[in-house]
C-alpha cells in the first residue's frame, strides 16, 4: 500500500522571517508581553457531614489578619477531606460572598448551612498577593463561577382569587421525569414573588423534583392550601452549576417574597435587667424551643422590639436553639450590659420546619459592634448630673476574660485602669482607661496594694463589681469628701497619674476562635 500527498501551491505561505535591529520585529505573529500579574486561584471546597458531626475546623477573625481564617483543621474530618487547609480565607459560603461580611454573620451561615457545606477559599499566600496587589475579591470569586451564572431563587408564591398561583409546570420532555420548566403569567402571582419564564423547577416545599413525575408533582401543588414555596434557577445558570458539579440546594438560593425572616434585637440592660422572661417551652410540633416571655412594658425589651411568644435563635451571633437553658442563661450574663438576640416568631419557625432548612440560612443582618451600643444609664441622680462621679461598672466573666489590664505606681497603694480591650466586657460596663478602683465586689481597696487588689478580683468569681472613679477627679471628690457620707474617697490618699507603670495584671486573652 502506497500513501500519496499532493503538495499545494505555497504563494500563501508565510515569508521568511528577518529582523532588522533598527525596525524591530516585522513579524506581527510574534508578541512580546511584560510578565503577567500571579495567578491567584480559589479553591471549592465541599464538606459533608453526618447528623451530630462537626466539619471540623475553627473559624477565626484575628486582629490585623486580614479575612476569615480557617485554623486547627483536624485530621481526618469532614474539613480535611474536603480540601481545607490551615490559613485558608473565606471568600464565599454557600455561594454568598462573605469576606466583607462580619465574622458573626459567617458563622451563622456555616452554622445553619445543615449537613453540606460549600467554601471557596483562598490560600493565605494567594489572599496577600490579591490584597497587596489591590485585586478586588469579589470580582475573584465571581469569575470561579463563570460569567452569566446567577445563584438559585428561592420564591413564596400565594394564590390569588382568579388566578391561583399564576404558573404553569411544563415538562421539558414528555414522559421525562424530573425535568420541568415554569410559564409564570404575566403579571401574576408566580412573577411578582421571583419567577421568570423558562426557569427550571429543582424544588417545591422542601422535596427536590427529580424523582417526581408530572402527576406527582401535579397532586403536589394541588394539596398546597394557598401557596406554595419553590426552588427555581435559569437554565444557563443551571448549566454552570452542572459543570460545576455543585448541586442547586436552598443554601445557594437568594431569597424572594419570604413571608417570615428572623429579626435582630439589640438590647441594652438597665438596673432593673432587660425586662423579659427566658422560658423553655414545647412546642405543639413535639419540639423543645427558648421563648421570650412577660415583656416589661417600657423595657429594654420592648423598646428593642421583643414580642412575647418569640423563639430565640442565637445570643450575640452565636446559634442556640439546641443549646441548654442555663447555658443561654450564662452566655446572656457573660454579655455585661448590652446583648444582642436573633428571634423568630412560632409561626416562621413552623414554616421554614416544614421546608427542612434553618432561618438562619438566610440571615443578612450583621451583628453589630460593641461600640454601636449606646451606653447604660448611670445609676444615680448625681451621675446623671456629673458624668465624672463614681461609676459602679459590673463587669461578667467572658471566655476572653474580664477585658481590662490593671496596674499600680510602684510602691503604692491603690490600682487603676490601664488598658480596655476594645468590645470586651470591660468597656461595655463602662470601664475607661486611667479609672482608679476604689471598690472590688463592694470592698475598699484604696489602701490596698496591687496583689491584694488582684487577689480580690480573682476570688470573685464571674461576676466583678468595681466602683471606679476618673483620676482627674479624684482631688475634686477629696476635697468635697466632708460634705459627703459615701466615704468613697479618703483624704489622705495620694494619687500621681502616670502613663508608665512597672506592674501590671491581664484580665484579658487575645484570641478567639469558632469551631465549625
Known amino acids: 500500500m502506497r500513501f500519496t500527498t499532493e503538495v499545494e501551491d505555497d504563494t500563501d505561505l508565510p515569508k521568511k522571517f528577518t529582523f532588522n535591529p533598527k525596525e524591530g520585529i516585522d513579524n506581527p505573529a510574534l508578541v512580546i508581553s511584560d510578565d503577567t500579574e500571579p495567578d491567584v486561584r480559589p479553591r471549592l471546597c465541599a464538606l459533608k457531614r453526618e447528623q451530630g458531626q462537626c466539619f471540623g475546623f475553627y473559624l477565626s477573625k484575628d486582629a490585623g489578619c486580614g479575612g476569615h481564617v480557617v485554623r486547627q483543621v483536624e485530621p481526618w474530618s469532614c474539613a480535611e477531606r474536603g480540601g481545607v487547609r490551615e490559613g485558608d480565607r473565606v471568600l464565599e459560603v454557600n455561594e454568598n460572598f462573605v469576606d466583607d461580611k462580619d465574622h458573626w454573620t459567617v458563622v451563622l451561615k456555616i452554622q445553619a ?119 427555581a434557577i435559569d437554565s444557563t445558570s443551571e448549566e454552570s452549576y452542572v459543570r460545576r458539579r455543585l448541586p442547586i440546594i436552598p443554601a445557594f438560593a437568594k431569597t424572594h417574597n419570604l413571608p417570615y425572616m428572623p429579626k435582630t434585637l439589640h438590647l441594652a440592660q438597665v438596673p432593673q435587667g432587660y425586662g423579659f422572661l427566658l422560658r ?37 451571633g452565636e446559634q442556640v436553639e439546641d443549646a441548654e437553658h442555663e447555658d443561654i442563661v450564662s452566655k446572656i450574663r457573660q454579655s455585661g450590659q448590652q446583648v444582642t438576640f436573633t ?21 443578612e443582618d450583621h451583628i453589630p459592634k460593641r461600640e454601636r451600643f449606646s451606653q447604660p444609664p448611670l445609676h444615680n441622680e448625681e451621675a446623671r448630673a456629673n458624668p465624672h462621679c463614681p461609676r459602679l461598672c459590673v463587669l461578667h466573666k467572658e471566655s476572653t476574660g474580664f477585658g481590662f489590664n490593671l496596674g499600680c505606681i510602684q510602691y503604692k497603694p491603690g490600682a487603676f485602669i490601664s488598658q480596655v480591650a476594645n468590645g470586651s466586657t470591660g468597656e461595655r460596663a463602662g470601664l475607661c482607661e486611667g479609672d482608679v478602683v476604689v471598690e472590688v465586689n463592694g470592698q475598699n481597696v484604696e489602701e490596698e496594694y496591687f496583689d491584694e487588689v488582684v487577689r480580690l478580683i480573682k476570688e470573685g468569681g464571674t461576676t466583678l463589681k468595681l466602683l471606679v472613679v476618673e483620676g482627674q477627679q479624684l482631688q475634686r471628690l477629696r476635697n468635697i469628701r466632708q460634705t459627703t457620707s459615701s466615704g468613697l474617697i479618703p483624704q489622705n490618699i495620694e494619687v500621681r497619674h502616670v502613663h508608665t507603670h512597672i506592674q501590671y495584671m491581664h484580665f484579658v486573652n487575645s484570641v478567639t476562635l469558632l469551631k465549625a
Open 343 to 363: 428571634t423568630i416568631s412560632v409561626p416562621g419557625r413552623n414554616y421554614f420546619t416544614q421546608l427542612g432548612i434553618s432561618p438562619l440560612l438566610f440571615y
Open 280 to 316: 423553655q417551652e414545647k412546642l405543639r410540633s413535639g419540639c423543645i424551643a427558648h421563648m421570650l416571655r412577660e415583656i416589661d412594658p417600657g423595657s429594654p425589651a420592648e423598646t428593642a422590639g421583643m414580642e412575647d411568644g418569640e423563639l430565640l435563635l442565637a445570643v450575640n
Open 113 to 231: 448551612s445543615g449537613l453540606q457545606l460549600y467554601l471557596l477559599v483562598l490560600s493565605a499566600q494567594d489572599y496577600g498577593i490579591a490584597v497587596s496587589e489591590g485585586r478586588d475579591l469579589l470580582s475573584i470569586a465571581r469569575a470561579h463561577s463563570g460569567e452569566g451564572c446567577s445563584r438559585p431563587r428561592l420564591c413564596h408564591i400565594t394564590k390569588e382569587p382568579g388566578c391561583g398561583l399564576g404558573l404553569n409546570i411544563i415538562p421539558v420532555e414528555a414522559g421525562e421525569r424530573g425535568c420541568y420548566r415554569l410559564s409564570p403569567v404575566n403579571q401574576g402571582p408566580a412573577e411578582r414573588a421571583g419567577i421568570k419564564n423558562g426557569d427550571r423547577l429543582i424544588w417545591i416545599n422542601g422535596a427536590m423534583v427529580s424523582s417526581l413525575t408530572h402527576g406527582a408533582l401535579s397532586k403536589r401543588v394541588k394539596k398546597c392550601e394557598d401557596h406554595v414555596t419553590v426552588l
